[in-house]
C-alpha cells in the first residue's frame, strides 16, 4: 500500500507514526537532523545585546530548523552535536531560540573558540540524545575565582543557561561585571560523546586547583622569626639576651622615671644644634661660612643629623610563646591611712601681723598700744567734755 518513499522526512505526518509502524509498512526511519549553517558570534546578531546568550551554551537556529525538527523523531530537551570538519573539533549544545536569518546560526563566542571557529565558516549541526549528568569535575581558568565567596550559588545560576557540558570544553560565565573562564575536566557517567544532560538532574560538582595556584609554604617548627634571610625581620631587632625589661629598657620608661620625659622633651625639640651668629666677633674661633655658587638639581643645604632615641621607650618585640607585664604595682591606700597622714600635718605655722605698724608682743593686751594705754570704762566718763572754747553766733566775743 505505502511505497517506500512514501515518507520521507520532510513529511507533516512523520514525526508522528512510530518507527514500529514504519518497519511494518517497510519504510526506513526517519534520519536525525542534519544541517550545515554560517556561524556567527551572539554578538553580531541583530538587535540589543544579549549577555546571557553569550555567556551560555545554547544556540540561535533559523525557523526552517524547527519545521524541520518538527518532523522528525527528536527527544526534548533538544540537544545537539556541533562539528567543525575542517579542524575535527566536536563540542554540544541546547538551542534557545529559532529567530536566525535563514542559513545562519548564532554561538557563543567560547564555543566559536572550543571550535577553532571563524565568521563566516560551515559548521555541520546534528540532533543528539544525552544522558542526564551524576557527576562533573572543573578547573577554573584564574585565581581570580577563588575571591567568589559563595561559588556554588554563582555556579547554580550560570548553569542555567547551559543545557548540557561537553568533557574538554573551556566555556565561560559572568558574575559581578567580570568573566570567569571554567574549564570541564571529567565528566559521568562517561559515554562515547564525552557529554551530559545539566537539566532536570542533580549534579556533583567537584573543584580542581585553579590554574596558576600555588599552595601557601608551611614555616617549619626549627625556624624563627631571626632566623628570617635578608637581613632583619619585619618589625625591628628581636632581643634574645638578658631579661625582658632590660631588652625594652623598661627602668626609662617606668611612671617613676623621669628620663622619658626628659628624652621626649629633647627629641621634640627644634633646636638641638649649636647656632651661628651673622657678625661674628674677630677672636671667635667658629670658622665664618663661605659662599657657595649655587648648581641646579643640586642641594647646597647639608643632610640633618640624625637622632637616635636612647633613654626613651623601645620597641616590644616578643618572641614566640612570651608575654610581658611589666607595669608598676602600686598599693591603694586606705582611708585609715589618710586620716593619719593628715592629722599629722603640721598647721598654721606662720608669723601673725597687726593692721598697725607695730609689732604685737606675746602676752601684750591688744587694747594697747606701742605708746602707751588706751583709757576704757569709766575713765572715758570722767573727761571733761566741754573743756574746749566754744563760740556764739554773734560776731562778738563771749
Not at 31 to 46: H, I, L, T
Not at 63 to 86: C, Q, V, W
Not at 309 to 318: A, D, E, K, V
Request: hydrophobic share 30%; charged share 25%.
Amino acid at each position: 500500500m505505502f511505497g517506500p518513499t512514501y515518507f520521507d522526512e520532510d513529511d507533516a505526518m512523520g514525526g508522528m507514526i512510530p518507527s514500529s509502524m514504519l518497519r511494518r509498512a517497510g519504510v526506513t526511519a526517519p534520519k536525525r537532523f542534519d544541517e550545515y549553517y554560517r556561524c556567527y558570534p551572539v554578538a553580531m546578531m541583530p538587535g540589543p545585546e544579549r549577555e546571557n546568550v553569550n555567556h551560555g551554551g545554547k544556540v540561535i537556529m533559523p525557523p526552517s530548523a524547527l519545521d524541520k525538527l518538527t518532523r522528525l523523531h527528536i527527544t526534548y530537551p533538544m540537544l545537539f552535536e556541533l562539528i567543525n570538519g575542517m579542524k575535527d573539533r566536536m563540542t554540544h549544545a541546547g538551542v534557545l531560540e529559532f529567530i536566525a536569518e535563514e542559513g545562519k546560526i548564532y554561538l557563543p563566542f567560547w564555543t566559536m573558540q572550543t571550535l577553532l571557529l571563524e565568521p563566516g565558516d560551515l559548521l555541520q549541526i546534528k540532533s543528539t540524545d544525552l544522558p542526564p549528568g551524576q557527576f562533573v569535575k572543573l578547573q577554573a581558568q584564574s585565581t581570580s575565582f577563588l575571591d567568589i565567596s559563595d561559588p556554588k550559588a554563582v555556579l547554580e545560576n550560570a548553569f542555567r543557561n547551559f543545557s548540557c557540558l561537553t568533557k574538554g570544553d573551556v566555556f565561560t560565565f559572568s558574575y559581578n561585571d567580570q568573566t570567569y573562564e571554567m574549564a570541564v575536566l571529567e565528566t559521568r557517567p562517561e559515554t562515547e560523546q564525552n557529554a551530559i544532560g545539566v537539566l532536570e538532574t542533580d549534579l556533583e560538582v567537584d573543584f580542581a586547583a585553579p590554574v596558576g595556584y600555588e599552595e601557601p609554604k608551611k614555616p617549619s617548627r626549627t625556624n624563627t622569626p631571626g632566623s628570617t634571610h635578608g637581613g632583619l625581620p619585619a618589625g625591628g631587632m628581636l632581643h634574645s639576651q638578658g631579661t625582658m625589661a632590660q631588652a625594652i629598657n623598661y627602668a626609662s620608661i617606668a611612671p617613676t622615671s623621669t628620663s622619658a620625659a626628659v628624652g621626649a622633651k629633647a627629641v621634640s625639640s627644634n633646636f638641638l644644634l649649636g647656632g651661628q651668629k651673622l657678625n661674628a666677633k674677630k677672636g671667635s674661633k667658629a670658622p665664618t661660612p663661605k659662599a657657595s655658587t649655587p648648581v641646579q638639581g643640586v642641594s647646597t643645604n647639608p643632610p640633618p643629623p640624625t637622632i637616635r632615641r636612647t633613654n626613651g621607650p623601645q620597641p616590644l618585640r616578643l618572641p614566640p610563646g612570651k608575654l610581658f607585664f611589666g607595669y608598676e604595682l602600686k598599693p591603694v591606700k586606705k582611708s585609715e591611712e589618710k586620716k593619719e597622714v593628715d592629722e599629722n600635718k603640721p598647721r598654721f605655722q606662720g608669723q601673725g601681723q597687726t593692721l598697725r605698724g607695730g609689732t604685737r608682743r606675746k602676752g601684750q593686751d591688744p587694747s594697747t598700744s606701742e605708746g602707751g594705754s588706751k583709757p576704757v570704762g569709766k575713765d572715758v566718763a570722767k573727761k571733761d567734755l566741754g573743756a574746749g572754747g566754744g563760740r556764739t553766733l554773734r560776731d562778738t566775743p563771749r
